[in-house]
């Protein structure tokens, strides 16, 4: 008997879904709003988290793969005083970016990426993670 009454269950919400459709719930207060309002709402209902500064990610890399962040920021300093778009070692070939990424000895990274404070932090924590520190001359010179 339960088996029957389970299958006469499932067949009648079925037909109910069928016929019916999908219900959409609107959170209290939405009712009427049209996309426009609907979309402010949601953003000063639940405001995103502002992204990271350079500085701020740079620290929050170092301490996330167990690295002396004030050493990481200051090897950043030291090689571009923070600034993405500087090019550096003119004597010595071409070093880009945040990190001063040496295009001769890594030609695998593009100039997009180089200039890209964001994946160079990460490049720069990944090469550290692999015991490459000493690629930096500001790291020999300050640890």
């Known amino acids: 008997m339960k088996t029957y009454t389970t299958i006469l269950l499932l067949v009648l919400f079925g037909l109910l879904a069928y016929f019916v459709g999908p219900q959409v719930v609107y959170p209290t207060g939405t009712e009427g709003m ?5 979309l402010q709402w949601k953003e000063d209902t639940f405001p995103q988290p502002k992204p990271l500064t350079i500085k701020e990610y740079a620290y929050q890399v170092a301490v996330e793969n167990g690295h002396d962040p004030k050493l990481f920021m200051d090897v950043i300093n030291c090689e571009s005083g923070f600034n993405p778009g500087v090019d550096g070692d003119l004597d010595l ?4 970016g945040l990190v001063q990424i040496h295009v001769p000895s890594h030609p695998e990274v593009t ?4 200039y ?3 994946w160079s932090i990460d490049w720069m924590v990944g090469a550290w993670n692999n015991d490459k520190q000493s690629w930096w001359s500001c790291w020999r ?3």
């Open 93 to 96: 070939g071409v070093s880009r």
């Open 34 to 38: 049209d996309q426009e309002q609907f």
């Open 111 to 114: 100039a997009e990426q180089a």
């Open 141 to 143: 010179m300050l640890k």
């Open 116 to 118: 890209d404070p964001y």
